[in-house]
């Protein structure tokens, strides 16, 4: 049984049988040039196999439609895995588009082949020839470039198949809207520009010269460009009922509810801080999107605004661009990057480090190195702030978080700095289950680098509801607890427990009860509290005895109930009747 969207079938002559030429060009193309890791295994039948596959697929194909369709693969007589196949006009990004949104769903690739060939088909769209693409030779006239992609995936339930295929089809259309416009969307961002030029906004020249170089830089192939809105802005930006107003949408951002800022769609998707930043007279917005974008790379998009200024200096428009900077500009110095070389100057001078020294060249070490989300969305003092915290780490590698909020209020970004020799993904894992817990929020992404001056750093972005309250007391505290985390919760129980049980005690209670705790305990309790509950446990003599703590809640009227025993774990269906028995709402 089949999945698909739309419905295929065999290319075949009039007699039903596969047409021997299409066969043999398709499979000419399909394995000729295809990676050695991608054909291992495959001996001639299997060959036969995913060409006819592949020829059923495509034999009917109308023009802008793609065909998508999952099938049960047998090996042996058993249904093991699933093939997969996508066709369609060839357009950038498919591959790994496609690919990401099949891993994304938690789905292993075992088999990827996607060659590039020209196809004709008649007036009904039936596949009637297939030939091998030339590297720089343009098609011949009459002929379609296709993008056909091969998977052999997990086994999935009917369910899963259909989730997928949803997924797909939106990713193609992503894919499509984004190629198609472009050049459209191109031209938007170098209207941008002139209109900036013509309509300055009420800063200093050079601030203004600055953030149209950095659309220039943008444009120059820095920044890959996958949706585009612009917004009229009539009105009071301070008036609660003034609504922009969008004529112009591109790419992905054709969509209306599009959900840029919060990744969820409705109208709570666009932030209460958006009028007050966009009401300022800096040009940019620049920002990480909140949605995840389907084209090119699976990961948050970035967000670039625009604003509009009319002759008096009011922002009257917003031109919304969504994209990804590219490999290139990530890796390009921030020093020649419009916007940041001014941040980076700024901070080099500020602090007055000769260049030539060792501390300057520390500084400049530790600016070109710092995550380009940072330094594009921070300010200058946080990130001198954060520079100089990180001078003192090179020459002496310690724990150190440095933590910074969305000025949208939509997450908290946090730098995370422990030496290289303590680092470990179970360390990795407990540092974030800190972070979650302490903000109330959840992890949305982080990355890891092991650094060559001894420090390993993780990047967390932690999606909390609202990030306008967090501040340097908050700060300050996580740093504290990613000492307790790093230096040894084990060691800080020992302290705890030696606290309140004497040193003697305390080591042999933390030797026999120090290592039985999980990694989610430690991350959501501090070493004060599992002293605690050590002691309430070691004070019972067998699985009859009982222990109990009461606790204060998170909220007022609220406390905290903690029932011990030995053995098995009691059951909530024994313990919620008795408390209710004494009139608590559990």
């Not at 680092?423 to 289950?433: K, N």
Request: aromatic content about 6%.
């Amino acid at each position: 049984m089949s999945a698909s969207s739309p419905v295929s079938g065999p290319a075949s002559d009039k007699n039903g049988a596969p047409d021997l030429s299409i066969i043999k060009g398709l499979s000419a193309c399909l394995f000729d040039a295809a990676l050695p890791g991608e054909i291992e295994g495959l001996d001639a039948a299997a060959r036969t196999a995913i060409t006819g596959y592949m020829a059923d697929v495509a034999r009917i194909r109308a023009p802008d439609m793609p065909m998508i369709q999952i099938d049960p693969l047998s090996e042996g007589g058993r249904e093991k895995r699933l093939r997969l196949a996508i066709i369609g006009e060839d357009k950038p990004f498919l591959v790994d588009s496609t690919a990401a949104a099949v891993t994304a769903a938690g789905i292993d690739i075992h088999r990827l082949l996607h060659p590039i060939v020209d196809v004709d088909r008649d007036a009904d769209g039936r596949l009637l020839a297939v030939t091998e693409v030339t590297t720089g030779v343009a098609s011949a006239p009459g002929t379609i470039r296709e993008s056909m992609i091969y998977m052999e995936i997990d086994q999935l339930g009917a369910k899963a198949r259909a989730t997928l295929l949803d997924s797909l089809a939106v990713v193609l259309n992503d894919v499509r809207c984004a190629v198609a416009d472009w050049q459209a969307m191109l031209g938007l961002l170098k209207s941008s520009i002139r209109a900036l030029a013509d309509n300055p906004p009420p800063i200093a020249p050079h601030r203004t010269a600055e953030a149209m170089a950095f659309l220039e830089w943008l444009a120059a192939d820095n920044f890959t460009l996958l949706g585009a809105r612009q917004y009229r802005l009539d009105g009071d930006l301070d008036d609660p009922a003034m609504q922009p107003a969008s004529d112009v949408a591109l790419g992905i951002l054709r969509d209306p509810d599009y959900p840029v800022w919060t990744g969820i769609r409705g109208a709570s998707d666009t932030p209460r801080a958006l009028k007050a930043l966009l009401a300022s007279a800096e040009p940019l917005l620049i920002t990480r999107a909140g949605a995840v974008v389907n084209v090119h790379r699976r990961v948050n998009g970035d967000l670039i605004a625009v604003k509009g200024f009319d002759r008096q200096g009011r922002v009257v428009s917003e031109t919304r661009f969504i994209g990804l900077y590219t490999s290139a500009a990530l890796g390009t110095s921030p020093r020649q990057v419009p916007l940041l070389r001014r941040k980076v100057g700024e901070i080099i001078d500020a602090l007055g480090y000769g260049e030539s020294g060792h501390t300057g060249k520390a500084l400049v070490h530790v600016l070109e190195s710092f995550p380009r989300m940072e330094l594009f969305e921070a300010s200058p003092a946080e990130l001198q702030a954060m520079a100089l915290g990180l001078l003192s780490l090179l020459d002496r590698p310690r724990p150190k978080l440095f933590a910074r909020a969305d000025p949208f209020g939509r997450f908290v970004s946090v730098l995370v700095f422990v030496p290289r020799d303590a680092y470990t993904s179970r360390l990795r894992e407990a540092v974030g289950q800190m972070l979650a817990q302490e903000l109330q929020g959840r992890i949305a992404r982080y990355e890891v680098e092991l650094r060559a001056e001894g420090l390993a750093r993780v990047h967390y972005v932690v999606d909390v509801a609202d990030a306008a309250g967090f501040g340097a007391g908050q700060e300050a505290s996580l740093d504290r607890r990613l000492s307790q985390l790093v230096r040894g919760w084990e060691e800080d129980l020992e302290v705890a427990l030696a606290e309140v049980a004497g040193p003697a005690r305390a080591t042999r209670l933390a030797i026999s009860h120090g290592r039985a705790f999980s990694a989610s305990y430690r991350a959501q309790h501090q070493p004060a509290e599992a002293a605690a509950d050590i002691l309430a446990l070691s004070g019972l003599s067998d699985d009859s005895d009982r222990a109990v703590r009461l606790l204060p809640g998170r909220h007022s009227g609220q406390v905290r109930l903690k029932i011990y025993r030995l053995g098995r774990i009691i059951p909530l269906s024994e313990a919620v009747p008795v408390l209710e028995n004494f009139g608590l709402k559990v």
